[in-house]
């Protein structure tokens, strides 16, 4: 995890725990959302939860999209 000076969200925090302990993306963002509620959680905390999961998707997104590439590359370059 990242060293950062300011506080994670704390479900932001659950939802990467989920991760860690193997939960894919979607099914930490879906075990998440309904605690922002069960906790009295803000519109905030789930735009918050939300950013984080669209940039593991975008992430992820990316890590395919190179792996392709670099094998479309070795294919056609052998």
Known sequence: MA????????????????????????????????????KGGTIDDLQELELAHMQDIRTDFDQIIKEVGEDIYERTTV
């Open 3 to 38: 060293n950062n000076t300011s506080k994670m969200n704390p479900f932001v925090q659950m939802y990467k725990d989920y991760q860690s302990k193997g939960k894919s993306m979607d099914e930490a963002f879906i075990l998440t959302v309904p605690k922002i509620a069960w």
